[in-house]
């Protein structure tokens, strides 16, 4: 059993490692996402005042 726990202990290193980095992009994404929204808001009264 030991020999199990041992060998499996570098998988789970390696599965904290992803699931760290994936958590990570996705509240990149969500940042990006507002951002875009965010953008939007702004580009859209600017757009009107271009038309005056």
Same mark, same amino acid.
């Given at each position: 059993?030991?020999?199990? +726990?041992?060998?499996? +202990?570098?998988?789970? +290193?390696s599965? #904290?490692?992803t699931e760290?980095?994936?958590?990570e &992009? !996705?509240t990149?994404?969500?940042? $990006?996402?507002?951002k875009k929204m +965010?953008?939007?808001? $702004?580009?859209v009264p600017? !757009? #009107? &005042? #271009?038309?005056?």
């Amino acid at each position: 059993m030991k020999d199990f +726990e041992a060998s499996a +202990e570098p998988l789970q +290193e390696s599965l #904290n490692a992803t699931e760290l980095a994936v958590q990570e &992009i !996705s509240t990149r994404l969500h940042d $990006l996402t507002a951002k875009k929204m +965010e953008l939007h808001k $702004l580009q859209v009264p600017q !757009s #009107n &005042i #271009n038309r005056t």
